[in-house]
């Protein structure tokens, strides 16, 4: 009987928990770092991590650690879930600890500040892995209705296609579905945008502006989604997929998404200030928007719901003012 697949997951947040629970679920033998020694303690005695996913009884198979060097000693898998705008300094410090040949997996879905790099991107600049050694997971997966074991679907990304499929393997379970995709800047990119468009969804449901401004948003967001995508050599028609279309909509329509619980607050009329501080977890749309729309500008590309969300988020313009701007821009044709 082979070994089992041993797998680190680098962050023990909600998605990074979810995640580990799903790869134990597929019979891979998981540890998860923890940055607080409270959090590896309550997962290894009573099997829950209560500060992200109270009530859920973790798999045996899975084990916490705070010491990164015994989470990364032999891992055919290295997840990585902390927020991206953190990801360079974590890495800088991991990447001498990591097993030879691992398979570097990204669950963040952020563009960085000032390099407006792409995760997979910053992992492979850190550690110089090359490219093929990188993996994305990607699509509409909330972390709490995964931890419930509800039925889902992702898209495991990686240049190398036989790289993708031992992931999609390792992560295959009755309830968590993955399929492979080759274009990783797609995936990454629609990952990426619709945190962005998720505040602005959010900003629109905390006006009360109706069913007919989301599915205007939704899908005037995914045209820009793509056309980013299409100028960074992405396939078109992985934003029709589950990376594009499918995260976009379960992120703009549920109450368990971070980035459109965000938006909703600035919408009923609370400052950045007041939203950061009654929200618990990171909602990676507040930062990335701004490096979006960076490497939107780098390339050419005409993003306004992007420029609308970073004018109200980071330039205190008001939501009533930013959509009078927005739906007096000049007319054009849907395909432009």
Known sequence: MSEPIKAAVFGAGSWGTAFGMVLADAGCRVTLWARRAEVAEAVNSTRVNADYLPGVQLPENVRATTDPAEAAAGADFTVLSVPSQTLRENLAAWAPLLAPGTVLVSLMKGIELGSAMRMSEVVEDVTKAPADRVAVVTGPNLAREIAARMPAAAVVACTDEAVARRLQKACHTPYFRPYTNTDVVGCELGGAVKNVIGLAVGIADGMGLGDNAKGSL???????????????????????????????????????????????????????????????????????????????????????????????????????????????????????
């Open 218 to 336: 939704i899908t005037r967001g995914l045209a820009e989604t793509t056309r980013l995508g299409v100028a960074l050599g992405a396939d078109p028609l992985t934003f029709s997929g589950l990376a594009g279309l499918g995260d976009l909509v379960a992120t703009c329509s549920s109450p368990l998404s971070r980035n459109h619980t965000f938006g909703t607050n600035l919408g009923k009329g609370m400052t950045l200030e007041e939203t950061i501080a009654v929200t618990k977890q990171t909602a990676e749309g507040v930062k990335s928007c701004q490096s979006v729309l960076d490497l939107a500008r780098r390339h050419g590309v005409d993003m306004p719901l992007t420029e609308t969300v970073v004018s109200i988020v980071h330039e205190g313009k008001s939501p009533v003012v930013a959509l009078k701007e927005l739906m007096s821009r000049s007319a054009k044709p849907e395909r432009r």
